[in-house]
C-alpha cells in the first residue's frame, strides 16, 4: 500500500483490518466490559484547550527530550503491547528497528514473539522492558537480569493484570494464537494448548509493593517503573517503594472498565509523584495529545494501538511512517503554541478541563 496516503494515526486502523486475521484483530481493538474506559481514553483530551503564545522566536523548534535519563528525539514511545507477530512476521523486530530508526523509545512485552536478545540485536535505538511477574519469581529474575544484560536501561513493572479483564471481543473470536506467534521469551509455551494455558497461570496475584525491592534489585543499576496507576494513593506509594518513574495508564481500557482516562488522572498524580518521572500511556492519536500531556506534568507519553495497526499495514515501514507523522504533528503543534523546546511547554499553555 502507499503509506504516503495515510495522513494521520487514525488511518492505520482500516488497513490493519484488511491485513490481520479476525481473531487478531479483535485482540488488539478491543476492551473490557462496555469498552466504556477506552473511549474515553480518546474523548477525554477534546475537554483540554490549548493557550498558543504569539510573537515567540520559532524559527527552530526541537522536539527531543529525555525519558529516565534516555536521549529520545520525541517525547513518545511505542508502548509495550504482546504478540507483535499477530500483526506482521517480522513482529517486534520491525517495530524496534522502526523506532530504532526514528530515535524513539520503544517498551517490550514480556510477551513479544521475538526475545528479549533478539530485539536487542535488531533496534539500535533506546529500549525498555515490561515485566509481568510469573508465579515463579525465578523466572522474573531472569527475565529482568536478561533485558539488563542486552541494554535495556529501564524495567517496566506492569501492576494492573493481576487477571485479564473481561475481553468479550476475545470471547468472540476464539482467540488462539499460532505457534510460531507464541511468546519467545518462554520456549516451553511453544504450542497453543500450552501457550493458553500459560496465560492462565502466568501473573502473581500476590504481588505487593514490598516486591518491588527484589525487582530493583535484580535490576541493578536501571531504573523501574510501575505501570498501571490511575490514583494519587498508588503514586505516593510507587515514589515511597523507590520507584524511577510512573506510567499512567489503564491498559487501553483493557481491564477494569469505567476506569478513568489516564490524561484526567495526570496531573493530580504528578503533583504527588516526588522523584518519580511520570508518563502517560491511553488514548494517544495526535501531536496535540502529546503537547498536552507534556503541559500536564508528563515527562513522555507511550502509543499502543496505533502503532500495531500501522506494522499490519506496512510492517517496519508502517511503523516509522506513523513515527514520521506523529513527529511532524508535535512539531506543528509546538511551533504554533509558541514553544521551540519541549521543557519550554508549561501548564500556563492547557486551559482549564
Known amino acids: 500500500m502507499d503509506l504516503e496516503r495515510i495522513l494521520n494515526l487514525n488511518q492505520f486502523e482500516a488497513h490493519a483490518r484488511e491485513q490481520m486475521e479476525p ?29 498558543p503564545r504569539v510573537f515567540v522566536d520559532i524559527s527552530s523548534v526541537d522536539i527531543s527530550s529525555s525519558m529516565l535519563g534516555t536521549p529520545v528525539s520525541m517525547p513518545v514511545g511505542f508502548a509495550p503491547t504482546a504478540l507483535h507477530k499477530l500483526a506482521h512476521p517480522d513482529g517486534e523486530l520491525a517495530s524496534a528497528r522502526a523506532t530504532g530508526e526514528a530515535g524513539a523509545l520503544i517498551c517490550l512485552s514480556t510477551l513479544s514473539t521475538y526475545s528479549i536478545e533478539e530485539v536487542a540485536k535488531a533496534g539500535r535505538g533506546p529500549r525498555w522492558f515490561q515485566l509481568y511477574v510469573h508465579k515463579d519469581r525465578e523466572l522474573a529474575i531472569e527475565l529482568v537480569q536478561r533485558a539488563v544484560a542486552s541494554g535495556y536501561s529501564g524495567i517496566v513493572v506492569t501492576a494492573d493484570l493481576p487477571v485479564p479483564g473481561y475481553r468479550e471481543r476475545e470471547f468472540a473470536h476464539d482467540l488462539t494464537v499460532p505457534e510460531d506467534a507464541s511468546p519467545a521469551n518462554f520456549p516451553n509455551a511453544a504450542t497453543e494448548e500450552e501457550f493458553n494455558d500459560y496465560l492462565d497461570h502466568l501473573h502473581d496475584r500476590s504481588l505487593t509493593w514490598d516486591d518491588l525491592s527484589w525487582i530493583r534489585e535484580t535490576a541493578g543499576e536501571v531504573p523501574v517503573l510501575v505501570k498501571g496507576i490511575l490514583t494519587e494513593e498508588d503514586a505516593i506509594l510507587a515514589s515511597e517503594h523507590g520507584a524511577g518513574g510512573i506510567i499512567v495508564s489503564n491498559h487501553g481500557g483493557r481491564q477494569l472498565d469505567r476506569c478513568p482516562a489516564p490524561i484526567d488522572v495526570l496531573e493530580e498524580i504528578v503533583q504527588v509523584a516526588g522523584e518519580c518521572e511520570v508518563f502517560l500511556d491511553g488514548g494517544v492519536r495526535r501531536g496535540i495529545d502529546v503537547v498536552t500531556a507534556l503541559a500536564l506534568g508528563a515527562k513522555g507519553v507511550f502509543v499502543g494501538r496505533p502503532f500495531l495497526y500501522a506494522l499490519a ?9 506513523a513515527l514520521e507523522l506523529l513527529r511532524a504533528e508535535i512539531e506543528n503543534a509546538m511551533t504554533l503554541l509558541g514553544v521551540s523546546r519541549v521543557n519550554e511547554i508549561t501548564r500556563a499553555h492547557v486551559g482549564p478541563n
Open 23 to 51: 481473531y487478531a484483530f479483535a485482540y488488539y481493538c478491543g476492551a473490557a466490559g462496555d469498552e466504556i474506559t477506552m473511549r474515553r481514553n480518546l474523548d477525554a483530551w477534546n475537554r483540554f484547550s490549548l493557550r
Open 313 to 321: 499495514a506496512g510492517g517496519e515501514e508502517g511503523v516509522g511512517r
